[in-house]
């Protein structure tokens, strides 16, 4: 996809060389925003830090010194990543006027390395949803057509990157949140092996499947910022090495000849819009062209990937969502008459009724009556779809699919009807549950809507996705 931004790598080489200056830089990214306004895809600007960096930067620079591998580059972060000083909601109102204590551990990662966040994005509140209408901020508009919807839950992101705001943007990805929007906006977002990246400082919603995403516009800038942010972290117990040889594409591959990649039978099913599966078809026949072996396999146990991510993740969430009780942080009634009244009044007005819906569905799985029937069954179908996934990637090296079963929906149309909310999560959840790392790139549209073809690679095959995805990305025609 064309944008008025160079490269990642070429923007902090000129910064460095001193050809452009990061002040520059960051003005130019804010007023992007200011012009894209009506898409509502910003909570808050970080405007006045990102100015103080960005001259820290030119000065540092200017006095001889190198400020980094993304030095001067201006980039957004979705609302529910703490950044200093800034006011983080996740787009609830529960946490409306929280400012961030401290900042989370990826963004202190991109801030040594010279980047500078100019916004916090939009999103479906605590990362609820495929819309972001669920934000309690209103519903972030489509870059391609006002009417539709950006997709969710990282739909700010995704939107800022593909109305040019800033080079890239970071979301996150529970369960699709950062390759649906890449789907239906039109970039590339990726999810990386569960743990590869830090989630300090980032607000909870399914602890065993949360991770960072990120969105860009093109498949080495997302290896290239994938390399400035990952790996352990004394903060977060769940991270894992890094790969010896990083993330960055230093030589790209010529063809995909001897590449194995398999179809998922299950996600080119009828449930799938026929054009849109025309779209991903001829996009599978490129990587053929390519020279890649391509086959269908079969995966039966995905087609319950669904339901077993509506079991667990409502369970997880509601558990980490109890430690919003209006006592400690945002929103408080100062009218309660007791502990009780102040809890009751803090959560009931300060939730919206995607995050009451899945408190309510958590607490009952988790209930003593029901847990063996919703929450163990749900664990112990995770693990057949874990052996049953382990499996195919004895046989193919990589995986695709759709990302989703359609292209952008319209605003309003799914946002009283949750399972048909939820049924956008088809194709994403498999790649969560089962901690694989998954990347999505544009391909033909459909009626002038993008589609985003989904790969995925096995656990802690980041590096060969990166490479597999940008041969992709060269050869498909969008
Ligand atoms: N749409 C999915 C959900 O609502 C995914 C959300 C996410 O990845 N944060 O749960």
Known sequence: MSSMWQPVDEIARDVNSGKLSAVTLVNKALTRIEESKKYNAIITLTADRARERAETIDTKIQSGQSAGRLAGVPFIAKDNFLVFGSETTAASNILKGFTAPYQSTVINMLEAEGAICVAKANLDAFGHGGSTENSDFGPTLNPHDTNKVPGGSSGGSAAAVVLDMVPFALGTDTGGSSRQPASFSGCVGYKPTYGLMSRSGIIAMASSTDTVGVLAHSVSDVAYVTDCMSGKDSLDSTTIDRDPQGYIIDKPLSSLKGKKIGVIKEYMSDGVDSAVKASIQQAIDALEAQGADIETISIPSLSLALAVY?????????????????????????????????????????????????????????????????????????????????????????????????????????????????????????????????????????????????????????????EVAQVAQKEINT
Do not use: C
Not at 357 to 379: E, P
């Open 310 to 466: 509506y079991v667990l993740v409502p369970a997880e969430i509601s558990s980490n969502l109890s430690r919003y009780d209006g006592q400690r942080f945002g929103y408080s009634d100062s009218a309660a008459k007791d502990l009780e009244d102040s809890y009751t009044h803090a959560r009931s007005k300060g939730f919206g009724k995607e995050a009451k819906r899945r408190i309510m569905i958590g607490t009952h799985v988790l209930s003593s009556g029901y847990y063996d029937a919703y929450y163990k069954k749900a664990q112990l179908v995770r693990t057949k779809i874990i052996k049953e996934v382990d499996r195919a990637f004895q046989s193919v090296d990589f995986l695709v699919g759709p990302t989703a079963p359609t292209t952008a929906f319209n605003i309003g149309q799914n946002i009283h009807d949750p399972i048909q909310m939820y049924l956008s999560d088809l194709m994403t959840v498999g790649a969560s549950l089962t901690g694989i790392p998954a990347i999505v790139i544009p391909v033909h549209k459909v009626n002038g809507m993008p589609v985003g073809l989904q790969i995925m690679a096995p656990q802690n095959a980041d590096r060969a996705l990166f």
